[in-house]
């Protein structure tokens, strides 16, 4: 599976999430953090896009994706522990976390997988 794939549902989950609290709790917070970590895997999943049409690897996209996801693992696991509440922060660390995972997998499978022309034909 491409990192794309799931970088831009994340990316998408996390702008949504950011909006909804804004709107229920009036949360500069959660819109600034939604919004922000959001959008950056949402350009870092179609810079990776790009890149795979042209049969490459953005392994820039790829760290920025690995980064935003160590960083709201962490910042998401603290609210947590701090607060003990599954909404908000429990979910984004969880899923955060095995986001990470995932992306450390593909850096260290070196990134995209291209098929080759005898696997297309399959």
Known sequence: MHDFCFTIPYGLILVAGGLIGFAKKGS??????????GFLLLLAGYSSLIAFGKRKNSYFALILETVCAFVLTWVM????ME????????????????MAAF?????????????????KAK
Request: charged share 10%; aromatic share 8%.
């Open 77 to 80: 696991g603290q609210r947590y």
């Open 83 to 98: 607060t003990s509440k599954i909404m908000p922060a429990g979910i984004v660390a969880v899923i955060s976390a095995v």
């Open 103 to 119: 992306y450390l997998f593909k850096i260290a499978t070196g990134g995209n997988h291209f098929p080759s022309s005898s696997e």
């Open 28 to 37: 500069i917070a959660s819109l600034a953090g939604g919004l922000g970590t």
